[in-house]
């Protein structure tokens, strides 16, 4: 570890008192690009919003056209605009509903770069807004770059989306051998897939060749499915969230299987101290596998 991020880190580790609960971060990840990795993010962080929690969606994918447009919003600024100075935390959140703020966010590599002390030590203090946060997902882009490996670090869970196609499975297939070598759990979601049946032959197939080539001490699980949905590519084209458009859809039902599982765990969320929640907490994790 550098000396800087040494600096930085004894600046994230306050002797503050156990007052937040800990925000639980999901890293939404795949191999093959345009598999869903953005619609399951906004869906997901809406329909867990939905649920009663204070979730945040981190897009660390900005430049491309993603998260802005499954919300329908504009991004002028983004958190490199705050590290650099030029900008608050809270000038570049971005209100989508009562519950679900989402942060536009920038790569690890680029956040890293611009670690000014004096800047990141008022970066810590304003993140702090966002501590009451109880699930932050991670829409991370695909490919498995060393930026994006620090948030799947720094994440409690990482979601590998695949849809059903070959290439996309060899794709989600390596991308899992390469998340196996810095965590030993990862989680799938089955994207476009026909039915439940599919879903599970398909992950039952990666999950074969995953024991048989990582071994056992990675545990590959199926953390749910979202069915092949023309509902789900009109809704992305008219800028709204599918789940939020057809509320009695087969789709928005797939979500929110999803969304239960996850809050089962995000319950069992302990207090921390405020800078280990909330975007500061992200933050000081990042740091951490710098
Ligand atoms: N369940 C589904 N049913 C039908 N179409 C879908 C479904 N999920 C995603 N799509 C379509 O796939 C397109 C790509 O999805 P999305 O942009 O979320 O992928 P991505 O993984 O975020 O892509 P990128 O890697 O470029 O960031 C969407 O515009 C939508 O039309
Ligand atoms: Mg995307």
Redesign the pocket.
Known sequence: MGHQAEKLEELVSSKAQLTSKKTRFVAIT?GK????????SSNLAYVLSQSGLNVGIFDA?IG?A?LDVMFNVKIKKNILHVLKGEATVADILIPITRNLILIPGESGDEILKYSDMALFERFMEEAKILDKLDVMII?T??GIGEHIQMFLKAADDVVV?TVPDPAAITDAYATIKTIATIRNDVYMIM??VKNEREAEAVFGKIKKVALANIGSALDLKLLGK?????K??TS??KRSLFCSAYPSSG?HKDVIKIANRLSAKVEQNMLVKANESGLSGLFKRLIKHF
């Not at 979202?226 to 023309?230: A, F, H, K, R, T």
Request: aromatic share 0%; no cysteine.
């Open positions: 795949s690009g345009g598999v869903g990795k953005s619609t399951i994918d491309l993603n829409d882009g695909a989306v994207n476009q979202i069915s092949s949905d023309l789900v590519s992305v084209k789709v």
